[in-house]
């Protein structure tokens, strides 16, 4: 989703021994589901992806009182309590959100004590419903479902055997990100969904999960990740009539202004989702303008068509709207909510569409790097 919209907007070797104590292996289970930490009943969630590089091209983080602070540290006193990340395989055109940068990321974020969600992509770019492009390295097995699924069980289990391995396993795991289509695609998309296919790769990158886990003695929650709840209906019904079960969590996008449902109806799709797969829930990617200013020359993707009525483009406005989310989601069963990219400010460094930010009025963080109100839905 959102890598579709700015297209159209033009070191492994951390001494980790001090955050041995971070891991939660623990984690209770009842009937296959698991259940959240003990003083944990809700996830306050940040992605914080694009952080480390963020600092490289110079960014400064402030907190709520203007005091320079370390981003991580900031959003851990705010209340956040998950920290999300994505990865790519072998992203030969940036050197981020491969495994070294996301290994510093969880290498952060547990060192303070913050859960770690992990966004395989299986891309070396951004995937969601427009793009599932497989990676380059795996190419040439694209029409030989048994062999890809193997290069996927193998990447996904060495991936996290190479994290277990530095202290650094995540509580949670995405196998895919926005996989409304099928994933492992090259180019155009092919629709319907092959699911002999499609549920036969899910499986395998869900077996790696599950194998690890097992091995290394640790809960890891398995998440399948669709873009906006009206999707999420039609897709787990197919997904798990066809043998895609095995999941913990079901991963939603909702961004109002992608989405057919409101704040005012979006509990029923929620609640839906929960009764119906048993199944916990968590919107892993939303977002609010705290301004419609743009601070630099790229272009912002959400602008004043995806204000709602009663939330301006304010930081009171962004409060409010994170808080009501919040509320709608508790009380349909959910569990979590993750605000996308809140780090991503202006910088003099570009994107694949051009020099800036896309999201520097989406943020969490005015244009000053200063945190803004909606920081304050972590203390909700």
Known sequence: MIKNALHILLTLSIVLASCSSSDSNDDNTDDGIITPPENETFYYGADLSYVNEMEDCGAVYKNSDGQTQDPFTIFKNAGTNLVRVRLWQNPTWTNYSNLEDVTITIQRAKSLGMDVLLDFHYS????????????????????NTTALGELVYNYTYNTLETLSNLNLLPEIVQIGNEINPMILQHG?????IDWDRNSY?????????????????KEIGVMLHIAQPENALWWFEQATQNGVTDFDWIGLSYYPIWSEYTLNNVSTPLNTLINTYNKRLMIVETAYPFTLTNADTANNILGEDALISGYPATQQGQLDYLNQLITIIENAGGEGLIYWEPAWVSTNCSTLWGQGSHWDNATLFDHSNKATLGMQFYNH
């Open 188 to 192: 155009d998309l092919v629709w319907p």
């Open 124 to 143: 070396d770019t951004w995937a969601d419903p427009e793009t599932q492009e497989i990676p380059a390295a795996w190419l040439d097995e694209i029409d």
């Open 201 to 217: 790769l899910l499986n395998k990158g869900i077996a790696a999960v599950r194998a690890i886990s097992e091995a290394k003695e």
